[in-house]
């Protein structure tokens, strides 16, 4: 099984929710220990690594940053 691969200021979708009712987290802390925080609600959870993983689903907005798409009202 390939390994998900996220980094710093992804936004990512979780299996479970948080009680507020999103499951989108932003990761703002990587380390042994990955912080995410609750992109509704704002509330930060701090889970260890491995949890992480296992209970992440995909990413849904990459901080890499992707070319933002053109659309029509942008043309003019």
């Known amino acids: ?3 998900k691969t996220f980094e710093l200021g ?3 979708l979780m299996k479970k929710q948080h009680p ?3 499951n989108e987290m932003e990761i703002i802390r990587m380390g042994m220990d990955i ?3 609750c992109v ?3 509330h930060s959870i ?3 690594r491995a949890k992480f993983e296992k ?3 995909k990413v849904l907005r990459s901080a890499a940053g992707e070319e933002p798409q053109a659309t029509d009202s942008d043309n003019g």
């Open 55 to 57: 209970s992440l689903k």
């Open 20 to 22: 507020c009712g999103a």
């Open 10 to 12: 992804d936004v990512v």
């Open 1 to 3: 099984m390939e390994r």
């Open 40 to 42: 509704k609600c704002k």
């Open 35 to 37: 912080r995410i925080k």
């Open 46 to 48: 701090l889970l260890p």
